[in-house]
């Protein structure tokens, strides 16, 4: 199925701005450990728009906005003020106040906003089909200007929320980072972290504001917290974060869009709300992120312990071949492991035998050495009993790369430590 | 059910809903309502104090698609997908998978419980947004109308019936009843964890059953207030509660009690009045039962608390007064007037309100500390002594600080008047024995 101009320039233009201003606020809102204040906003502006409706009559965007607004702020003071008189946690706090203010605008859209357009159900889940555009249907036949004119206005406060949005954290980066970092030292440096916390929840009310008609606003939260989420599963640095954020909000954008109709199509169904798709992809996005992150990946760190725990074997097992020798005993030659065949494949047993080569013998006498070096440290040092240092001792060998430097050259056991005395 | 008509037969009507006179099913639904709350309250308790209230509201959110998900599946077996237990069953297994996927976040990313929550309430509501998208063509659904459904959203009280009052009940004496039974455990538990754990009891149980009732509560709580504002349920009569004690009993009681009283108004109100969803209803009673209690509570109250605060600020300044006209007595060999200009000075040099002054002056005298004279004022016997007690602390208080404490002599005075105010008598005296015998020792 082919993308028309007419039918999706306009909705798939407002996903995407949408988007953008989200995952650009959501980074620092993830970061300060306040993501549920998304929550808490998206659900009370609500009165907010309804009350500036009730006393304008007006929909337009800078009513709207300025309703928003004073209802995004109203909900941080009130959040403020309960968790300080009422000693509750930020979380039940926030319920307080927007479960109570979403109440207060559900009820005033039934008692005294009814029959107008404004009705929860939009708000809620968004109306991007609604945006569709009496154009040309081929996109060959599309001209900037004629865009810029047919532009519903919609369009233009998701343009402006946007930009501003871009501008806020380019121009305030610097603080914003340490604000979310440090705040209590942002604020000795001489800017108010405080200031800066109202002035990013106002800049969220109106991202909520600017976004409800093109995503609803419940799936806003979605929009806010998730990119910023998977960026986080994806790198440590912010710059690279924010930028990681917008890239999986706009890729969910798109691909939300067009399969909220492209995938029921090929099933020969009806398409389905392309809002509620986006969500559905970001959290697609967020598990593949879990699972697959370079580094902090379920699958990666699953790669790494398998990794250690297989150079954790091949020590153990060089370890207990040289004990052997160095007892003169020999070792079976019946043993079979993989852990044995990994060690002959790499040259450190002679192949027809349980036997150390001259590369294994220096690698065991390696781990040995740490070993004893270790149960020295912990009998000298840290005055453990002779019988308990062994096990301690035996994982620290593993995972420690340096090695307590002196030595006495015989472990608390009696045992001489491989590569001292004899050098 | 009812019907706009003058005031009087307004008022009838709201004495009739009241006094359950008003019908069969507005009685249902009013004892369903206030059962509903009294659950909800007492195990809000439990999800306050284990820090999980907004846990609750990722639940409340995430069954949206259980429900479509077992319209769905009832249809597909050759139902009309309008049966309540099926819908709920539906939702209380994705409140579990929701939990269980906040869990799994928590475990195996680095994301913090706040982002955690608002992804599973954001994502699950997103792919409950777009089943019910889908369930709107009849081609889907095999003509099953998905009618109702999107009551979950905001909740149709209006739709109980005796069986769901009978439900309800069930569920608040559920509720009530694992609470006294577990009562010690779960106290422990909530307030901490780790000693419980020590203590061998199985945290992990208790949390499950915890989550478990929250799951029950919520699912219950979806016919009647929809699933957006059911969080409230759980949210506003602990918070409130915690407002007027600090001891736990109490506090499930008065929890309990709020739920209840709030569920049974709000129904009431939203049977009376006409197009008053009962959800909300029910939540803005709760709002107000919290505001006032934000208000009156005697001791974490606001106007409590800020009458503490200003009798606070009154004593110091009083103390502080009493202390400088003794200075000034000392000072001036035994002059007691205090001339008008001398108390402007000292009013200025602390900066009280214009409001302050007559309060801290009238005070003293009320207190008998101090009379007033034609110039001025002047200490009374009983004040002299005051003000003397009051100096003498002050410079107790400096020695100490310099000797024991290593202040700076310069950043001394500024100390001692915070804290010689707040001292009791006992530790002053505490504090004079222990320096005379260091300052014995020493010399």
Not at chain 2, 29 to 44: F, T
Request: charge should be neutral; charged fraction near 15%; proline fraction near 4%.
């Amino acid at each position: 199925m082919m993308l028309s101009p007419a039918l999706d320039l306009f909705p798939l233009l407002a996903a995407i701005l949408a988007a953008v201003c989200c995952a650009l606020l959501g980074n620092f809102l993830v970061l300060r450990r306040i993501s549920l204040m998304g929550d808490a906003m998206s659900h009370s502006v609500l009165p907010g728009l309804v009350i500036a409706f009730l006393i304008t009559g007006s929909r337009s965007a800078p009513v709207m906005f300025v309703g928003a607004a004073l209802a995004g702020i109203a909900t941080v003071v009130l959040v403020e003020l309960i968790k300080r008189l009422g000693r509750v946690e930020p979380g039940a706090a926030m319920g307080v106040v927007f479960s109570v203010l979403f109440a207060l605008g559900v009820l005033l859209i039934e008692r005294a906003a009814r029959n107008t357009e404004l009705d929860a159900d939009c708000v809620l889940h968004g109306q991007l089909e609604s945006l569709v555009w009496d154009g040309p249907s081929s996109w060959s036949a599309l001209g900037l200007s004629e865009v810029i004119q047919a532009a519903p206005p919609s369009i233009w406060t998701l343009v402006i929320t946007c930009v501003l949005a871009i501008l806020l954290v380019v121009v305030l980066f610097k603080e914003l980072r340490l604000a979310a970092f440090d705040p209590a030292f942002g604020t000795s440096q001489g800017f108010s972290a405080t200031a800066l916390h109202y002035v990013l929840m106002v800049f969220v009310a109106g991202a909520t504001v600017a976004a409800f008609e093109a995503v609803g606003s419940i799936l806003v939260i979605a929009m806010l917290i998730v990119p910023a989420s998977i960026a986080r599963l994806l790198t440590d640095r912010l710059a690279s974060q924010i930028m990681v954020s917008v890239v999986a909000a706009i890729a969910a954008a798109v691909s939300g869009y067009i399969g909220s109709f492209a995938i029921p199509d090929a099933l020969g169904v009806t398409e389905v709300n392309a809002a509620g798709s986006m969500t559905v992809v970001l959290g697609l996005i967020l598990v593949a992120a879990a699972a697959l992150g370079p580094r902090y990946g379920v699958l990666a760190s699953i790669v790494r312990r398998g990794r250690m725990a297989r150079r954790i074997a091949l020590d153990n097992l060089l370890a207990s071949v040289f004990r052997a020798e160095e007892r003169g005993r020999s070792v079976s030659a019946a043993v079979r492991s993989s852990t044995l065949a990994r060690a002959r494949r790499r040259g450190f047993v002679k192949p027809d035998a349980v036997e150390l080569t001259e590369t294994g013998r220096a690698a065991a006498a390696a781990v040995v050495r740490r070993h004893r070096m270790w149960e020295s440290y912990l009998v000298d040092e840290a005055g453990l009993a002779q019988d308990h240092v062994h096990a301690p001792a035996e994982q620290l060998e593993h995972l420690m790369d340096t090695t307590p430097n002196e030595s006495t050259g015989r472990d608390p056991h009696g045992r001489p430590i491989p590569g001292t005395s004899s050098d | 059910m009812s019907t706009t008509g003058s005031q009087p037969g307004l008022v009838r009507e709201a004495v009739e809903v009241l006094t359950f006179q008003a019908g069969y099913n507005t009685n249902a639904v009013l004892a369903g309502s206030a059962m509903l709350g009294l659950a909800a309250g007492v195990v809000g308790v439990l999800a306050l104090l284990r820090r999980r209230s907004l846990v609750a509201d990722a639940i409340g959110h995430a069954t949206l698609p259980g429900v479509v998900a077992a319209f769905l599946v009832a249809v597909a077996l050759g139902g009309t997908g309008r049966s309540l237990p099926v819908l709920l069953l539906g939702a209380a297994i994705n409140g579990m998978a929701a939990v269980g996927c906040i869990f799994a976040i928590l475990r195996y990313t680095r994301l913090r419980e706040d982002a955690a929550i608002g992804i599973v309430l954001g994502v699950f509501f997103g792919v409950g947004v777009v089943m019910l998208s889908y369930v709107q063509d009849p081609a889907n659904t095999g003509g099953a109308s998905p009618a109702g459904l999107h009551h979950f959203i905001y909740g149709q009280t209006a739709a109980m019936r005796a069986g769901d009052a009978m439900f309800m009940a069930v569920l608040a004496v559920v509720a009530v009843a694992v609470v006294l039974t577990l009562f010690k455990e779960l106290a422990l538990g909530a307030f901490n964890a780790d000693f419980a754990r020590v203590l061998g009891y199985h945290v992990g149980v208790l949390d499950a059953i915890v989550l478990g009732l929250i799951v029950l509560v919520t699912v219950a709580g979806l016919q009647a207030v929809g699933l957006i504002l059911v969080v409230a349920l759980l949210v506003i009569p602990p918070v409130t509660a915690r407002l007027w004690t600090d001891r736990l009993v109490p506090l499930v009681f008065i929890a309990g009690v709020v739920g209840l009283c709030t569920g049974f108004v709000g129904a009431a109100v939203s049977a009376v009045l006409p197009r008053t969803p009962a959800g909300s209803v029910i939540v803005l009673c709760g709002g107000a039962v919290f505001v006032l209690s934000l208000l009156v509570a005697p001791r974490h109250g606001a106007i409590a608390t800020a009458g503490r605060r200003i009798a606070q600020r009154l004593r110091i300044a009083g103390d502080h007064f009493l202390e400088a006209a003794y200075e000034h007595r000392v000072s001036r060999r035994g002059e007691t007037a205090i001339p008008q200009r001398t108390v402007d000075a000292m009013q200025r040099l602390w900066g009280w309100p214009v409001w302050m002054r007559p309060l801290v002056l009238g005070g003293l005298q009320r207190r008998g500390l101090m009379r007033r004279t034609e110039a001025g004022f002047e200490l009374t016997e009983p004040g002299i002594a005051s003000g003397a007690r009051i100096a003498r602390n002050h410079r107790l208080w400096e020695q100490y600080l310099l000797r024991y404490a290593d202040i700076a002599p310069g950043h001394v005075d500024w100390s001692t008047d915070m804290v010689e105010h707040v001292l009791s008598p006992e530790l002053v005296a505490e504090l004079e024995a222990a320096l005379a015998d260091g300052g014995s020792e020493n010399t």
